[in-house]
């Protein structure tokens, strides 16, 4: 089974107190990237990973909507955002219990939410022809 899992820091949320926000001038601790590097060192063991990254902040995003039916830009910070994905893991997996014993084992930070979500998979699609 394929998945994708989100990282949705607490940092990253519009609730946090402004002194607990990561925004572009945040500093990244070399210790928390070491214990996520070692959590995606045990996982590559166990999983097929397909692709794992982390994502800047908002205010170095973008966002195209089409609510009128024509491509408006906005550039980051998006104030209506609630939630905002910090990084993910794509990756395959025997089942869904094994997919989410790896999601508690994520080394996050008070706050911090992880989201499982499994990715379609095209052959089931095409068995409806």
Do not use: C
């Not at 025997?94 to 996050?108: D, F, M, Q, T």
Request: net charge negative; no cysteine; glycine share 10%.
């Amino acid at each position: 089974m394929k998945f994708l899992m989100l990282m949705i820091p607490h940092g990253y949320q519009p609730g946090t107190p402004p002194a607990e926000r990561i925004d572009e001038g945040t500093t990244l601790q070399l210790e928390d990237l070491d214990k996520m590097g070692k959590f995606n060192d045990e996982f590559a063991k166990a999983a097929k990973i397909l692709d794992i990254d982390g994502l800047r902040p908002l205010s170095a995003g973008a966002r195209v909507t089409f609510d009128t039916g024509k491509p408006v830009l906005t550039d980051g910070p998006f104030i209506e955002s609630k939630e905002v994905i910090g990084g993910y893991w794509i990756f395959e997996i025997g089942s869904r219990e094994e997919a989410l014993e790896w999601a508690r084992r994520v080394p996050a930070e008070p706050g911090d939410v992880i989201e499982l979500r499994p990715i379609w998979d095209i052959s089931e699609l095409e068995g409806q022809k």
